[in-house]
Antibody
Framework: QLQLQESGPGLVKPSETLSLTCTVS??????????WGWIRQPPGKGLEWIGS???????YYNPSLKSRVIISVDTSKNQFSLNLSSVTAADTAVYYC?????????????WGQGTLVTVSS | DIVMTQSPDSLAVSLGERATINCMSS????????????LAWYQQKPGQPPKLLIY???TRESGVPDRFSGSGSGTDFTLTISSLQAEDVAVYYC?????????FGGGTKVEIK
């Protein structure tokens, strides 16, 4: 079955760019069956969808973050990535990657374990 | 944006008793062309990612115990745990996937009384 694993720096300085990668195993990121997404959760708070991507490169972003977000896919590595620019302390969160089944407007399953990113100087 | 509002924020239920969590959307998430409600429920335990419990408002994910059930339509939805077990202590979230941006409720924390 599909497994996802986030990786990237756990500490990012204010105004810099947060970069994370999600590695997919147990299936192909190029499958037409799946879309791929990023979700974040500030400590002790709720969940916020950041954006999603299809293997073809089509992207869908949350308007609240769209000006700062780029999501990309690398089919040769079975990975997709998140870049969030001009970060502030408000971007401190656990960042999850997850799978959407069959359509970009869907539920998320499965999820990666998540990675905590702290924005601090 | 469709705003998802959950209630209560937290509840304490005795073991074996029923727990009921409500989720209200600011607009209908029912798509008449396929008669489906675009709503999912998740369970999140401390230090873990959310786990999908229910999609299409009432379809239980494979492997999810049948004490979990989802109901409702349009703008009002309910997640029911029919007989609370110790392992059900968690925060529960609803999510709409009717329109962009995908949005989640604020969460309901379920504890043992």
């Amino acid at each position: 079955q599909l497994q996802l694993q986030e990786s990237g720096p756990g500490l990012v300085k204010p105004s810099e760019t947060l970069s994370l990668t999600c590695t997919v195993s147990g299936g192909s990121i190029s499958s037409s069956t799946y879309y791929w997404g990023w979700i974040r959760q500030p400590p002790g708070k709720g969940l916020e969808w950041i954006g999603s991507i299809y293997y073809s490169g089509s992207t869908y972003y949350n308007p609240s973050l769209k000006s700062r977000v780029i999501i990309s896919v690398d089919t040769s590595k079975n990975q997709f990535s998140l870049n969030l620019s001009s970060v502030t302390a408000a971007d401190t969160a656990v960042y999850y990657c997850a799978t959407l089944q069959a359509t970009v407007w869907a539920w998320f399953d499965p999820w990666g374990q998540g990675t905590l990113v702290t924005v601090s100087s | 944006d469709i705003v998802m509002t959950q209630s209560p924020d937290s509840l304490a239920v005795s073991l074996g008793e029923r727990a009921t969590i409500n989720c209200m959307s600011s607009r209908s998430v029912f798509y008449s062309s396929n008669s489906k409600n675009y709503l999912a429920w998740y369970q999140q335990k401390p230090g873990q990612p959310p786990k999908l419990l229910i999609y299409w408002a009432s379809t239980r994910e494979s492997g999810v115990p049948d004490r979990f059930s989802g109901s409702g339509s349009g703008t009002d939805f309910t997640l029911t745990i029919s007989s609370l077990q110790a392992e059900d202590v968690a925060v529960y979230y609803c999510q709409q996937y009717y329109s962009s941006p995908l949005t989640f409720g604020g969460g309901t924390k379920v504890e043992i009384k």
